[in-house]
């Protein structure tokens, strides 16, 4: 149980039947693209086979405390920054001057936000560097609970004592900052949605 930020693959994406189907969602934002003079999302790779560090899937679990990263948010980025980096439900890799909000309901909301990964991405390098995350430590590939494990493990504490820093004195804002741009990166890199679930 818990909440999990997950890539989706072609077949859940365009699904109208399927109890986890998204065809909704998918034809929902291409009518708001096309309203907009975008061209449809529409090349989405199927869901690749899960393999251990391979980076074709996504799958992280929320367990810390969002807390700080939210304050970490708003400290750092302009007042309707915060909005785009923490209110999507989707996120896709399109780039999108503003979210696009459906009349579907969504996991734990009303209604599903979707949001380009460009502009998250952006938004996350920017908290990256404010805290000074150590990137080339972390996890890149996240395709089962990588990230998680290694900051709930016992790793990101190894990683903080040897490479102290602002990451280091809260590991809990450190993990969402972690996620939020290992999220925007895989689903520019696969060119899949992202979704919780």
């Known amino acids: 149980m818990g909440i999990y930020l997950v890539s ?3 077949r ?3 699904d109208a039947d399927e109890e986890e189907g998204r065809g909704a969602v998918s034809t929902g934002l291409n009518e708001q693209l ?7 999302y529409e090349s989405v790779p199927e869901a690749a ?13 929320l367990v810390p405390s969002m807390h700080g990263f939210v304050q970490l948010a708003q400290a750092q980025l302009a007042p309707s920054e915060p909005q785009t980096l923490l209110d999507w439900t989707v996120l896709v890799p399109v780039s999108l001057d503003e979210e696009i909000e459906l009349p579907i309901e969504s996991a734990y909301s009303d209604t599903t936000v979707i949001a380009g990964a460009p502009q998250v991405l952006g938004l996350t390098r920017r908290l990256a560097e404010a ?4 990137l080339d430590e972390i996890p890149e590939a996240c395709d089962n609970l990588d990230l998680t494990l290694w ?3 016992g790793d990101a504490e190894r990683v903080a004592a040897a490479r102290p820093g602002p990451w280091a004195a809260d590991l ?5 900052v972690a996620v939020y741009l290992r999220a925007a990166q895989h ?11």
């Open 8 to 10: 989706v693959g072609a």
């Open 12 to 14: 859940e994406w365009f």
């Open 34 to 40: 096309r309203r907009r003079g975008l061209p449809p």
């Open 49 to 61: 086979e899960l393999v251990r560090g391979s980076g074709t899937r996504f799958e992280e679990k």
């Open 131 to 134: 805290v000074r995350l150590p």
């Open 151 to 153: 900051f709930l493990e």
């Open 172 to 176: 809990d804002t450190a993990f969402y």
């Open 187 to 197: 689903s520019l890199r696969r060119g899949c949605p992202i979704v919780y679930t």
